[in-house]
Nanobody
Framework: QVQLVESGGGLVQAGGSLRLSCSVS????????MGWFRQAPGKEREFVAW???????????DYIDSVKGRFAISRDNAKNMVYLQMNSLKPEDTAVYFC????????????????WGQGTQVTVSS
């Protein structure tokens, strides 16, 4: 059974930074594509970023346009962890952030991820 636990959320002023962490247990972490999604009040859960499973030591990443240049996704296979470094935060980044895992190729589609964490709240004040 694969379990994901997010941490690192909180309240931050606009322009500030947060680093989200996601711990993964069960399964074979190195073979999972990992994604971060977020859900603001009254809105659908949306894709934020993904990082691929390693291919010969090379990792690929993808981001929603609104966070490109501000957010960075990374992973540590030795620790079964995935991270989301969030810089230059804006009030519109306020949401519950979820990490998700899937075996195989990466995806922007939330329904392609079978494993989810419980989420961590990020609030950005103006």
């Amino acid at each position: 059974q694969v379990q994901l636990v997010e941490s690192g959320g909180g309240l931050v002023q606009a322009g500030g930074s947060l680093r989200l962490s996601c711990s993964v247990s069960g399964g074979t972490f190195s073979s999972y594509a990992m994604g971060w999604f977020r859900q603001a009040p009254g809105k659908e859960r949306e894709f934020v970023a993904w990082i691929s499973a390693g291919y010969g030591g090379t990792y690929y990443a993808d981001y929603i346009d609104s966070v490109k240049g501000r957010f960075a996704i990374s992973r540590d296979n030795a620790k079964n962890m995935v991270y989301l470094q969030m810089n230059s935060l804006k009030p519109e980044d306020t949401a519950v952030y979820f990490c998700a895992a899937r075996a195989g190729r990466s995806s922007r589609l939330r329904n392609e991820y079978p494993y989810w964490g419980q989420g961590t709240q990020v609030t950005v004040s103006s």
